[in-house]
C-alpha cells in the first residue's frame, strides 16, 4: 500500500492544481481505456465494430463510467450530487465516446488506456477552461 501511495502522490497534487473537471475527465478516460484493453486482451484481434455496436459499446461504457465517478465523488469526496451531476455527465459522456472512437477507429487496442487517459486530461481540462470562462461573466 505505501508503493501505491507513493505513485499517487504526485499524481494527486497534480489533479488538485487542474481542478474536479479534470480529474473526473482523467478518471473517466482510464476506466473506459482500461475496459476497452482489457476487451482487446480477451480478444486479440477484434472485429471493426458496426456502428450499432459502437454506440452500444460506448453507451455502455459511459453509464458505467459516470455512476463509477458519481459514486466516487458524492460517497468519498462528499460532494453533493446537484454540484457534480451535470459536469460529471457531460464530461463522462465526451470522454468515453471519443476514447471509443478513436481506440475502435485507428485500432489502439494496446495503447487504449493510455489514450483514454490523455482524451480524457483533454477534455476535462477545456471543459474547466470553459466552466472558469462562463465564471467571470
Do not use: D, H
Request: charged content about 10%.
Amino acid at each position: 500500500m505505501k508503493i501505491i501511495a507513493a505513485i499517487l502522490r504526485p499524481l494527486e497534487k497534480a489533479l488538485n492544481k487542474l481542478g474536479i473537471c479534470t480529474t473526473v475527465g482523467f478518471i473517466a478516460g482510464a476506466i473506459t481505456g482500461f475496459l476497452l484493453f482489457c476487451y482487446w486482451m480477451n480478444n486479440p484481434t477484434p472485429a471493426p465494430l458496426t456502428p450499432e455496436e459502437f454506440w452500444k459499446a460506448a453507451g455502455m461504457l459511459w453509464f458505467f463510467c459516470f455512476l463509477t465517478i458519481l459514486f466516487i465523488l458524492v460517497v468519498f469526496c462528499r460532494f453533493t450530487i446537484a454540484s457534480v451531476f451535470f459536469q460529471t455527465l457531460l464530461n463522462t459522456l465526451l470522454s468515453s465516446v471519443l476514447t471509443t472512437y478513436a481506440v475502435t477507429k485507428w485500432e489502439l487496442w494496446e495503447w487504449a488506456f493510455l489514450v483514454g487517459v490523455l482524451i480524457g486530461l483533454v477534455i476535462g481540462r477545456l471543459l474547466c477552461l470553459i466552466c472558469q470562462t462562463l465564471k467571470r461573466k
